[in-house]
């Protein structure tokens, strides 16, 4: 018979443990409390350490006693007919749980075991579980417990471990995404749940691209502290935030920030639209028209119209500012129907617009367009029964990535520019020009030095007398900017200054020439010339300044000289400028304060005639062009014939510019203008020359005839 080795090393062991009395030291201290039973009448055989304390008796109590009759807090005959259904159904084995105690119970997993044939026994073993199934209880209420308080978040929530699989995500994050819902379930993956999402067009910027969007959103995730925006496909935004967790995990909370982005939104609209006509404002242009720029088809162009509307100010001044407001928003209704998404038009300044279109490059088209804008801008425009006419003038400038018209700020210039010449010639189209560049790069060139020029008090005044030319004498000198420029010698203000204005220097010049008139006057009266003035030109930024006549008088003060002899030059021009209403009330505090007025530049800007008296004007000066040839010139001299009458017959004083020749002095002389200036006296000079033009002239000069008092400027 052959031997089952396997039963045979089972056999050999168990005689060891046996032989070596290994059972009973095992018996007495198991874990369990065990009860061995006879199994013909149930009564204890033996019973462990741990099951005489649980029992409560000693061994020998226990074993003249039942194992029903130890348990008084169970029925015994129902333990009597469980134990005998054990024996009698011949199970291996069998597990139940019994309480046993009052109003707080011990609760014991009951194992039965039968014991081999022939032993007539079988074993008890009993656990208490009481504090294992409180630790469970606690552990399931508290979970339940986070399970409410994550599904009652307001935000999404969701908890992946470390193999990032779903380990729990409350409703809300359900609600969030709607399409990937049904993939929420613990133990799902996270790229399986996107896999999901995507499929079924939940985000609205994966649509047409889900793979690329799939490895960018897994690259955001493996970053467990990130934080992710993203659109939903029903326009919700949503914010994700994550944080790893100890065991490697992490977990993530989404917030709705759709309310936020719309807000954000509403406020660049708001930062980049112009609020009356509801168009685009200047914020931003460039970074647009750089985006616009990129990615075009070959053959286009992104075009940068720049509109300027003719005759607008006649509108404010004829109908009223709200008929300009009327007129403005109709002509950005106009501008805003010429153009669709993603090309648009703005507004950047009071009557200036911009219409940034990408257009096919042909100039001729280019051109068409424009043309047609501004027959649009010329039709009558209706208000409160009556018709408003405007014009418009365009300056054009293509940009084309590499032609040199870089996209910060070129363009724009560019087709400023190209807007200036357009107006030049009145309701025209003009494309900016290669020769037009060369300009702006002076320009740029110059206002640079310009500031450079600054820093270094490159800047002095000269003076140009002005002459009483009955009495003989000299009355006052003009005071004129200069530029000693390191290379190009002196320059005259006329070749700069519409730079400086461009480069916001004009307040620093004005500044710097107010501040040289009242040293002239002081340096006049040290030299015993207490009765000459000096005028200054006044720009219309300046005569707009709230501050003016503080700076006047602050400037007369350091110079201890009087304000009258100080006058104050209006271009003809200002008293059009938009800004007269300001201008007006300066000009009134000036007069008031004790400064003459006079007018420049007369005959050149159409000023009503009403003008003159309305700024209190003291003396007009006579434009060049209109003395210049005038002894030869007909038509001249009834011109200034007329000016000169009007002066006389508003009892204002009258001095002509530019005389360069003896023969257009006497010819004013002759219609009764006596004060004068021009090369022909002397051209303007520096301060130190002053004194010696003054004892030179009138040593050389003597009175033609008798003058009246009226005739001498300065006596009103």
């Not at 075009?296 to 940068?304: F, I, K, N, R, T």
């Not at 300056?395 to 363009?411: H, S």
């Not at 010339?529 to 720009?539: E, K, T, Y």
Request: with cysteine.
């Amino acid at each position: 018979m052959q031997i089952d080795p396997v039963q045979n090393a089972e056999l050999t062991a168990a005689r060891h443990v046996i032989g070596r009395n290994i059972l009973l030291p095992l018996f007495e201290n198991a874990a369990h409390a065990i009860v061995m039973l006879d199994t013909t009448d149930l009564r204890v055989i033996s019973a462990n350490r741990k099951a005489c304390t649980a029992l409560g008796q000693t061994m020998r109590t226990l074993q003249r006693m039942a194992l029903a009759e130890a348990l008084p807090d169970l029925p015994t005959d129902r333990v009597t007919r469980l134990l005998r259904r054990f024996v009698t159904l011949r199970r291996p084995r069998q597990r139940l749980r019994i309480k046993v105690g009052g109003q707080i119970p011990t609760i014991y997993d009951v194992d039965l075991l039968r014991m081999p044939e022939g032993t007539g026994a079988l074993a008890v073993l009993a656990q208490d579980v009481t504090q294992t199934l409180t630790a469970l209880r606690m552990t399931d209420e508290a979970e339940a417990r986070l399970v409410t308080a994550i599904d009652a978040l307001p935000d999404g929530f969701a908890l992946f471990d470390a193999d990032d699989r779903l380990v729990i995500c409350n409703e809300t994050l359900r609600r969030f995404y709607p399409e990937c819902a049904p993939a929420m379930t613990p133990g799902a993956r996270f790229q399986d749940i996107l896999l999901y999402g995507l499929a079924r067009g939940q985000f609205s910027d994966a649509i047409g691209r889900e793979d690329d969007r799939l490895r960018e959103r897994l690259e955001r995730h493996a970053d467990a502290a990130g934080t992710v925006e993203h659109k939903l496909v029903n326009g919700r935004w949503l914010r994700i935030v994550g944080r790893p967790t100890r065991d490697g995990g992490h977990v993530g909370l989404c917030v709705d920030v759709t309310t936020l982005k719309e807000q954000q939104q509403a406020l660049r609209r708001q930062a980049i639209t112009d609020e009356l006509t509801g168009l685009r404002n200047r914020r931003n242009i460039l970074e647009d028209i750089g985006q616009m720029a990129d990615n075009l088809p070959d053959g286009q162009v992104v075009v940068v119209f720049h509109i300027d509307l003719d005759r607008f100010k006649a509108v404010n001044d004829v109908y009223g500012h709200d008929a300009g407001d009327h007129v403005l928003k109709h002509c950005a209704a106009i501008l805003e129907s010429a153009v669709t998404a993603p090309d648009f038009a703005a507004r950047v300044g009071g009557d200036e617009f911009i219409v940034i279109r990408r257009m096919t490059d042909d100039r001729p088209s280019i051109h068409g367009f424009a043309e047609q804008i501004i027959q649009r801008l010329m039709e009558p425009i209706g208000y409160a029964g009556q018709f408003m006419h405007i014009g418009a003038s365009i300056g054009i400038a293509p940009f084309e990535p590499g032609n040199g018209m870089g996209v910060r700020g070129t363009v724009l210039t560019a087709a400023d520019l190209a807007l200036y010449e357009a107006k030049k010639l009145g309701g025209s189209a003009l494309f900016f020009e290669t020769e037009m560049r060369e300009q702006v790069l002076s320009a740029n060139a110059l206002a640079r030095e310009l500031q450079i020029a600054l820093e270094r008090n490159a800047f002095e005044a000269h003076f140009q007398p002005q002459i009483d030319v009955r009495g003989a004498r000299c009355l006052g000198f003009e005071a004129l900017l200069r530029w000693n420029h390191p290379r190009r010698g002196t320059l005259a203000a006329g070749q700069f200054l519409d730079v400086a204005q461009r480069a916001g220097l004009t307040d620093a010049l004005d500044t710097l020439m107010m501040d040289a008139a009242c040293q002239a006057l002081r340096f006049l009266a040290d030299f015993g010339h207490r009765d000459l003035s000096v005028s200054i030109n006044m720009s219309t930024a300046q005569l707009s300044d709230p501050h003016l006549l503080a700076r006047l008088e602050s400037a007369l003060s350091r110079h201890d000289v009087p304000r009258h002899l100080l006058r104050i030059e209006l271009l003809e021009s200002t008293l059009l400028d938009e800004r007269t209403s300001h201008i007006l009330t300066n000009v009134q505090a000036l007069v008031a304060a004790g400064f003459v007025v006079e007018l420049d530049d007369f005959g050149t800007g159409h000023a009503a005639i009403a003008a003159l008296r309305k700024f209190q004007v003291t003396q007009i000066k006579i434009d060049r062009s209109f003395v210049r040839h005038i002894d030869t010139d007909d038509e001249l001299k009834k011109l200034t014939g007329a000016i000169i009458g009007l002066a006389n017959s508003l009892d204002i004083g009258v001095l002509a510019e530019g005389v360069e020749t003896q023969a257009e002095q006497d010819c004013l002389l002759r219609m009764g203008c006596g004060l004068a200036q021009g090369w022909f006296y002397s051209k303007a000079i520096p301060l130190r020359e002053m004194g010696r033009f003054i004892a030179t002239f009138t040593a050389g000069h003597q009175p033609r005839i008798n003058v009246s008092p009226r005739s001498i400027r300065g006596v009103s």
